[in-house]
Structure formats: C-alpha cells, structure tokens
C-alpha cells in the first residue's frame, strides 16, 4: 500500500520562474494538505483540499501561490515568479476523512531557489 | 489559534540512555501526533495519540488530553535516533499545528 507520493524530491529553480510540485495522496485518501517548512523550522500549514475543492487556505500566501487537487490526478502546489524566500521543504499530507484521522506525510520536496 | 509548546529544545545524549520529550498544547484536540525527522528531513510517523498511551518497541507515547499535554518517551536510545521530534495538534479545524520541535542528538 503505497504511502504519500511526491515529486520531484528536490527542485532548482532560478529566480521569476515557476514551480510546480506535485502530491499523491495515499489510496483510499480524499484530503490533501500542504505544509511548508523553512530553514531551521517547524512546519506550517498552507492549504487544505478535497477533490475539485479548497477547503482551507488560510496558510497560503496571497500572491503567487496556488493549489488545485483535480477530479483525476495528483495535487498541485504551484509557485508563481519564485523569489529566494521561497527556497524551502514542501511536505503534503493525506488523510483518511475529517474529525481527527491521522495525517500520513510524504518525503517533502526541496524547493531551491537560485 | 491553539499553541503548542514543546520541551526541552534541544537534548544531547549517550547511546543508552533514557529521554523524555513533552509537548503542551492550549486547547482542546481532537488529534495528536508525534513525528520524527531524520538528517534526510523524512518526516516519521511515530504516534497518532488524542488520548491514553501506546508503545511502540524504545518508543512510548502518553496524552492526557484533559490536562493538555503529551509525552513521548524514547528508552535505550540509539545514535539512529538523533534528528528532529515533532508534536502536531489538530484543535477545531483540520489543520496540524507543530511546535517548534526538539533537537535531538545522540553520541556513541
């Protein structure tokens, strides 16, 4: 049984370009989240979805960023215009349903920015 | 929001021995769950625990939810255990919120 997919694992970008990370979440799962984790941190939540839908975002920056988890298909954490702050880990995370189920967490993907 | 505090920062050990980390949250929770992340920044699953205590081989959790804090217990321990420990609470919305997590590091 496969566990939370992403990739790529580790991402370089330069500065004005865009970057596109992508998550699949465990079988049998229907809620994504996406979490962020800079330098010498914690993780902090971005976004929460379901299929076709965003059900949270209060954790995503306002300009440049944005997320889709489509009828078929993995997620997506898209990042317009990459600027070096962004330079960071992306953890996405599945869930089983809502009310308390255990969030199961992918490998991360290391977003560079030069 | 709910807080989430955890203790002590950071710990260095001697292969062998015990530790143990805590985490206190300001709120009630309906989810709790403690990570571990290795040099390789893998984020491990240890314990999904809102309440009560579980063991898993070295490693053992206890949450008492009604006085809001969690421990996590790590016996015997081994170089392979050095990394980053993390508590994550879940409170009125399906969010996940960590604390700063713990510094772990272990010498031979």
């Known amino acids: 049984n496969a566990g939370v997919m992403q990739n790529p694992r580790h991402l370089v970008r330069r500065r004005g370009q865009e970057a596109r990370l992508r998550c699949s979440p465990m079988?049998?799962?229907?809620?994504v989240y996406w979490y962020r984790q800079l330098p010498e941190e914690g993780l902090k939540f971005m976004v929460y979805?379901?299929?076709?839908?965003?059900?949270?975002e209060s954790g995503m920056p306002k300009e440049r960023f944005s997320a889709e988890f489509p009828k078929e298909g993995p997620s997506i954490l898209r990042i317009q215009q990459v600027v070096r702050g962004d330079s960071a880990a992306y953890f996405c995370?599945?869930?089983?349903?809502?009310?308390?189920?255990?969030?199961?967490f992918g490998d991360g993907t290391r977003l560079s920015i030069l | 929001g709910i807080q989430v505090e955890q203790s002590p920062p950071d710990l260095i050990l001697q292969e062998g021995a015990n530790s143990t980390l805590r985490c206190n949250f300001s709120?009630?929770?309906?989810?709790l769950q403690w990570f571990h992340q290795n040099p390789w920044g893998q984020l491990i699953n240890l314990f999904y625990?809102?309440?009560g205590t579980k063991q898993n081989g070295r490693l053992s959790a206890t949450t008492v939810a009604t006085e809001r804090y969690s421990l996590l217990y790590i016996s015997s321990s081994q170089t392979t255990d050095s990394g980053v420990y993390f508590c994550?609470?879940?409170?009125?919305?399906?969010?996940?919120?960590f604390g700063k997590g713990m510094k772990l590091t272990v010498n031979p």
């Open positions: 625990i809102p309440s």
């Open positions: 979805l379901q299929k076709e839908n965003i059900i949270d």
């Open positions: 995370a599945s869930s089983r349903g809502t009310g308390g189920q255990p969030q199961h």
């Open positions: 994550a609470v879940q409170g009125g919305s399906e969010k996940l919120v």
């Open positions: 079988k049998g799962h229907s809620h």
């Open positions: 709120d009630s929770v309906n989810n």
